[in-house]
């Protein structure tokens, strides 16, 4: 059932192979990156390598040989994460292609951390490879009327198109568990699976909050540097953001905090263990986990150069989310889990400060309408359509 669902990226990706030698194609675990590739593949000429199976590893125990031999087709590397020492060979092969005509097209490379974890290993493919992020399914992605299931249940392919909402339940538990006790050892410091699993989960309780390393590390029983640490590492993963504040406004007392979510708002409400659209809603949690759904299908929906900031100051000027979009221009964007959203005080103020081209309220209604000071409120998908048609 995943390939039924068209990836807005396919298009991006595609044309990213005809331009560059080598592409990465990066996001978590399950986001459906295998999937995506396999479709590419059957418009051109591929070979497929999945580096977690011991048999296709050992066709690569002398990789320039190996892709030589393969030297006029797509060659797809799939969790190339775990096979660091190939970077050079592909270096090598890039370089000889060019120089024999074959310079683009040539490696898709599939991996589940982000791009800085990747370009440790990648540095020496600087020139010759280009980065793409494949986030989980988003309000875009899906059909306007499945918008409550995608939130309850998040955007991993296999989560949102479950059997029932148990099951989905049971998916995104097996899901943590998986990154737990066999992804997160084999990127990171040997940190005990239960540990993590608390910090993840104090995570998901203060979903869409200012990061206090402190309090977090009093809680673990850890310091702040450690805490630090495992954020880094969630993150590399691409499985939690770090938002941070916008600080252009040299004159006015700016909180300096990142604001802190879990990335797919269906691991949030698996890590709380609220299985129902009735349970999320009548937790404490509702709120903040709706303000992460729409800042994460926001920003996925936003142009290539986009730039995400929250705005906060000690006065009380607030803007949840705020988009620096491709020639200067900027959107500000109040998050409200309400079908008569009103507007506080501290959005206008901040507003006045920054002068926003557009100012929009995201609420879970289905129409637009205007409301004072020039702002407007806009369902999510109207909204994200928006930001899109930019690009």
Request: with cysteine; aromatic share 6%; net charge neutral.
């Given at each position: 059932?995943?390939?039924?669902?068209?990836?807005?990226?396919?298009?991006?990706?595609?044309?990213?192979?005809?331009?560059?030698?080598?592409?990465?194609?990066?996001?978590?675990?399950?986001?459906?990156?295998?999937?995506?590739?396999?479709?590419?593949?059957?418009?051109?000429?591929?070979?497929?390598?999945?580096?977690?199976?011991?048999?296709d590893?050992?066709?690569?125990?002398?990789?320039?040989?190996?892709?030589?031999?393969?030297?006029?087709?797509l060659?797809?590397?799939?969790e190339?994460?775990?096979?660091?020492?190939?970077?050079?060979?592909l270096?090598?092969?890039?370089?000889?292609?060019?120089?024999?005509?074959?310079?683009?097209?040539?490696?898709?490379?599939?991996?589940?951390?982000?791009?800085?974890?990747?370009k440790?290993?990648?540095?020496?493919?600087?020139?010759?490879?280009?980065?793409?992020?494949?986030?989980?399914?988003?309000?875009?992605?899906t059909?306007?009327?499945?918008?409550?299931?995608?939130?309850?249940?998040?955007g991993?392919?296999?989560?949102?198109?479950?059997?029932?909402?148990?099951?989905?339940?049971?998916w995104?538990?097996?899901?943590?568990?998986?990154?737990?006790?066999?992804?997160?050892?084999?990127f990171?410091?040997?940190i005990?699976?239960?540990?993590?699993?608390?910090?993840?989960?104090m995570?998901?309780?203060?979903?869409?909050g200012?990061?206090?390393?402190?309090?977090?590390?009093?809680?673990?029983?850890?310091?702040?540097?450690?805490?630090?640490?495992?954020?880094?590492?969630?993150?590399?993963?691409?499985?939690?953001?770090?938002?941070?504040?916008?600080?252009?406004?040299?004159?006015?007392?700016?909180?300096?905090?990142?604001?802190?979510?879990?990335?797919d708002?269906?691991?949030?409400?698996?890590?709380?263990?609220?299985?129902?659209?009735?349970?999320i809603?009548?937790?404490?949690?509702?709120?903040?986990?709706?303000?992460?759904?729409?800042?994460?299908?926001?920003?996925?929906?936003?142009?290539?150069?986009?730039?995400?900031?929250?705005?906060?100051?000690?006065?009380g000027?607030?803007?949840?989310?705020?988009?620096?979009?491709?020639?200067a221009?900027?959107?500000?964007?109040?998050?409200?889990?309400?079908?008569?959203p009103?507007?506080?005080?501290?959005?206008?103020?901040?507003?006045?400060?920054?002068?926003?081209?557009?100012?929009?309220?995201?609420?879970?209604?289905?129409?637009?309408?205007?409301?004072?000071?020039?702002?407007?409120?806009m369902?999510?998908?109207?909204?994200?359509?928006?930001?899109h048609?930019?690009?």
């Amino acid at each position: 059932m995943q390939g039924m669902i068209h990836r807005r990226i396919a298009s991006t990706l595609r044309a990213l192979l005809d331009e560059s030698p080598a592409v990465a194609l990066l996001g978590p675990r399950q986001v459906g990156k295998t999937t995506l590739a396999l479709a590419i593949a059957e418009q051109r000429p591929s070979i497929y390598v999945d580096l977690e199976s011991e048999a296709d590893r050992a066709k690569l125990a002398e990789p320039e040989l190996y892709l030589a031999r393969h030297e006029d087709r797509l060659v797809i590397l799939d969790e190339v994460h775990r096979a660091p020492g190939l970077f050079q060979a592909l270096r090598g092969v890039i370089d000889r292609g060019r120089r024999s005509g074959r310079g683009v097209g040539r490696f898709l490379l599939l991996g589940s951390a982000s791009v800085d974890l990747l370009k440790q290993s990648g540095e020496t493919l600087a020139g010759r490879i280009a980065y793409l992020e494949l986030h989980p399914l988003d309000a875009l992605e899906t059909p306007a009327e499945d918008a409550e299931r995608l939130w309850a249940r998040g955007g991993f392919p296999d989560s949102f198109l479950a059997a029932s909402d148990r099951a989905s339940l049971r998916w995104r538990r097996d899901f943590i568990r998986t990154y737990l006790e066999r992804d997160v050892p084999m990127f990171g410091p040997r940190i005990p699976a239960e540990t993590l699993r608390r910090f993840w989960t104090m995570l998901a309780h203060r979903q869409s909050g200012l990061l206090n390393a402190s309090e977090l590390g009093r809680a673990l029983g850890v310091d702040s540097k450690t805490v630090a640490s495992y954020l880094d590492l969630l993150v590399d993963l691409l499985l939690v953001r770090r938002l941070p504040p916008w600080h252009a406004n040299r004159g006015k007392r700016l909180v300096k905090s990142p604001k802190v979510y879990v990335r797919d708002s269906g691991l949030v409400h698996a890590l709380l263990g609220l299985e129902t659209l009735e349970e999320i809603l009548g937790h404490p949690v509702a709120g903040a986990s709706w303000e992460g759904f729409v800042t994460e299908t926001l920003i996925a929906a936003a142009p290539e150069g986009t730039e995400a900031h929250f705005f906060r100051t000690a006065a009380g000027a607030e803007i949840d989310l705020l988009l620096s979009l491709p020639g200067a221009r900027l959107w500000a964007f109040e998050i409200k889990r309400s079908l008569a959203p009103t507007v506080e005080r501290g959005f206008h103020v901040a507003c006045e400060d920054l002068n926003p081209e557009r100012r929009v309220v995201i609420y879970p209604g289905a129409e637009t309408f205007p409301m004072k000071h020039g702002v407007e409120a806009m369902p999510l998908r109207l909204a994200a359509e928006a930001l899109h048609d930019i690009g």
